[in-house]
């Protein structure tokens, strides 16, 4: 397997702009893992899914944020609009389930927003 | 909740020595997971090592070992040998048994190997 992958590595938008990034994660794990890393606040973990339903989205920031998984294979974390605060590096992880605790990142997707 | 704290923002040490990394963490619960992940500048988060937290031997993944006392909640990380390669942050993380395998990061630890 290729492993959890992210799209794209880099992005840069304009503030007010919508944001999508891509993930796929790794093939039969049943979890999917949004975490975001700043200076500030480390890394913080978004929200995640369990076989595709939202389980706790309780770190989202805000409502600009959202995040869908309309299949086992693909998940996508949306701004909209977006803030200069929102500059962060953004992960996607993936975990087989209950009886096996190790995450798989992505590379992650360096979002800055100007 | 569950917190994870890494008291050490930064540190250097020569090649070939050894280093230790601490973590400390707070919890209620009695099982648990616990694991030391790398992120060198490629920032791939790579995991190190893992604990779980119903076994008293300490893990242990070639020249990476742990110090686990669970009852002072500490959970230190020992890199023998020190490589160039291991310049990278290290960050401690928690998870809980219970629901989902949600990660509770440490701040993490900057670790510079001088030649």
Redesign the interface.
Known sequence: DAGVIQSPRHEVTEMGQEVTLRCKPISGHD?L?W?RQTMMR????LI?F?NNVP??DSGMPEDRFSAKMPNASFSTLKIQPSEPRDSA?Y?C?S?PGQL????F?G??T?LTVV | AQTVTQSQPEMSVQEAETVTLSCTYDTSESNY?L?WYKQPP????I?VI?QEAYKQQNATENRFSVNFQKAAKSFSLKISDSQLGDTAMY?CAF?S?Q??????????TRLTINP
Not at chain 2, 42 to 45: C, H, N, T
Not at chain 2, 101 to 106: A, C, I, M, P, T
């Open positions: 979890y893992f975490y480390g890394l913080e973990l995640y369990n389980i706790d590096v992960f992880a975990s096996n605790t190790e995450a990142f590379q992650g360096r | 997971y694991f490629s920032r791939q988060m995991l893992r960050f998870s048994l629901g989902a395998q949600k990660l509770v990061f440490g701040q993490g």
